[in-house]
């Protein structure tokens, strides 16, 4: 990467070599987190993003499977409101949203619909998603033989705020099964409706009926990090090689936020950050100049791919990253 110094190009490896002569010996990683340059964290991102948006409106908090040869995405859906489905051979081009859970405004806490995350399991298919009301937010739970036809699972919520740190809005579930231990793991963000503060942890045998973890929340945010300062929200979990790695947002404040990776060995208490934080960051005066928010990531043909919702200005969009081999590259920080 070239910038220019006194209208001169200079290489990113001459100014860090300028640094250091002038006294300013720092590491390269810290460097480029102050040039705003990506950090080597090895996640590249595709060179045609965004990958859905643009003309079907603000397309954000997205789930991806791959599945049957294809790559199904459940995205939320602004102007209409809904959780929508679309489907793509590659992960880069999908087809037109077509709408799988519209709003149940008779309900009273679902008036918009969002933030999806799908598990598909033997019995079928399970999302929870966010139910958006009366400047509250609320989790619900559907089920679907093929993903694309739901029936909501109980009229109520089958998540809510019941605790001071959780504010008025409890949102962003991401859910896994665990096979070994029965039950269904959740993963969710609580705090303010606009953005939520801090991210709790709660288990299920059913889906429906739901306990909070005791010492809620588990992941909060790092004063120490001026990236991740403010707040910590939408975290999508997942069980890889004896780790719980979350990929989740970070924000230095309400309007910027970038994408950060921690593990755990239980997926509950002492998480670890890693050191390359954040790995997705915004382009200056790109399509994501403002905001890298709730990212979603799998492992497909020999490669990580990550989609995430990319923000300048008002607009949100899907842009994807990848990484590849299946190593997630994790130094603790």
Request: aromatic share 12%; net charge neutral; proline share 6%.
């Amino acid at each position: 990467m070239d910038m220019m110094k006194e209208g001169k190009l200079i290489t990113r490896r001459k100014l860090l070599k300028t640094l250091t002569v002038t006294g300013a010996a720092i590491p390269f990683s810290r460097a480029s987190h102050l040039l705003g340059l990506q950090g080597d964290s090895g996640w590249v991102k595709y060179a045609g993003n965004p990958v859905l948006g643009g003309q079907y409106g603000t397309c954000f908090d997205i789930c991806v499977l791959p599945e049957g040869g294809k790559y199904k995405m459940w995205v939320s859906w602004r102007p209409k409101q809904s959780v929508a489905i679309t489907e793509s051979d590659y992960g880069i081009h999908w087809s037109p949203p077509e709408i799988v859970l519209p709003p149940a405004p008779e309900t009273g806490w679902e008036d918009d619909i969002n933030r999806p995350v799908v598990v598909h399991r033997g019995d079928g298919y399970h999302m929870w998603y966010t139910g958006q009301a009366k400047g509250h937010s609320k989790i619900g739970y559907a089920k679907s033989t093929d993903g694309i036809h739901w029936v909501r699972q109980s009229a109520q919520p089958v998540l809510e705020s019941s605790l001071p740190w959780e504010g008025v809005a409890v949102m962003c579930p991401d859910v896994l099964w665990d096979k070994d231990e029965h039950k269904w793991k959740m993963w969710y963000s609580a705090g303010t409706q606009y953005e939520p503060n801090a991210i709790g942890y709660a288990t299920s045998s059913d889906g429906l009926v739901w306990e909070k973890y005791s010492s809620n929340p588990i992941l909060a945010p790092d004063p120490n990090n001026n990236w991740e300062s403010n707040r910590v929200a939408a975290a999508q979990v997942i069980h890889w090689k004896g780790w719980y790695y979350a990929f989740y947002i970070g924000f230095r404040d309400i309007d910027h936020a970038q994408i950060g990776m921690a593990r755990s060995k239980n997926g509950i208490t002492d998480w670890i950050r890693h050191a390359d934080n954040p790995i997705v960051r915004p382009t200056p005066s790109g399509w994501d100049a403002d905001a890298c928010y709730k990212p979603y990531a799998v492992l497909s043909h020999g490669r990580w791919m990550l989609w995430y919702n990319g923000r300048r200005e008002h607009l949100e969009q899907i842009g994807l990253v990848t990484r590849s081999g299946e190593s997630l590259g994790f130094v603790a920080k």
